[in-house]
């Protein structure tokens, strides 16, 4: 057994049962032109996030940690979005054209996930509609095949598809720990307060530590 500093307590994991999950770092949310940006978002708060992910990916790699990566988007035919979603912003901004071509459909460049986090064979790819990463998506049966227990989660926006996602593991019986500076959020505040959320109450849905404390846990 392994132990990670968090907060509110330290949480102690089994690497052979810990999987490191890197949320939605997609084109169409950290760079301009995308569904971000459309948003009225300042996508490069975002990229605050890159760095420490960069060297939590590669340590875990180097460890054979369980990686799993998820995309946000839709099918070609937006048959999976609901029309609710498609409004939300005020406008369609979700299938529409735009400089990393059609936003938040799949098989585009803006879909994608960034370079430097991109993934490697044998690291799933998890297309998933909703903020959510188990709605409607097969991570829960991917991680219960691998005996997964314990979540390491990065990725964007924390209050969006972070929370929603630690939320869903938290109530499916994993153990979630949120890393501070490998989230992003465009609202700062929201950044402080989602922190805040996850371990308040004694660590209510998850963890919070940070890459520092990976790297040595994991080491
Ligand atoms: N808008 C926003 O903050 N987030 C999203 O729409 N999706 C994700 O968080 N991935």
């Known amino acids: 057994m392994s132990s990670i500093q968090a907060e509110p307590f330290p949480l ?9 999950l890197i949320i939605d770092m997609q084109r169409d949310f950290v760079l301009p032109g995308g569904f971000g940006e459309k948003l009225g978002n300042d996508t490069s708060l975002l990229l605050a996030a890159v760095e420490p992910t960069q060297l939590v990916l590669q ?35 979700i299938g529409t054209d735009g400089p990393m071509g059609r936003i938040l459909v799949r098989g585009e460049s803006g879909h994608d996930i960034i370079h430097q986090l991109y993934p490697v064979q044998g690291e799933p790819v998890i297309d998933k509609p909703g903020k959510g990463s188990f709605h409607a998506t097969d991570l829960h049966q991917i991680l219960l095949d691998r005996g997964i227990k314990t979540l390491v989660v990065c990725g964007v926006t924390l209050e969006v598809c ?50 520092k404390n990976f790297v040595a846990a994991i080491s």
């Not at 102690?12 to 490191?20: C, K, V």
């Not at 940690?65 to 035919?77: I, N, Y």
Request: charged share 25%; with cysteine.
């Open 12 to 20: 102690h994991f089994d690497p052979a049962t810990t999987a490191l």
């Open 59 to 93: 340590k875990a790699r180097e460890k054979g940690l369980f990686v799993v990566h998820t995309r946000e988007g839709h099918r070609a035919d937006l048959s999976d979005c609901p029309p609710s979603k498609l409004t939300r912003g005020g406008k369609i901004f």
């Open 162 to 211: 972070v929370h929603t996602t630690v939320r869903e593991a938290n109530d499916r019986g994993y153990e979630c720990v949120v890393l501070s500076d490998c989230v992003a959020s465009y609202f700062p505040e929201f950044q402080r307060v989602g922190l805040e959320m996850i371990k308040a109450q004694g660590a209510i849905f998850g963890w919070v530590s940070n890459s």
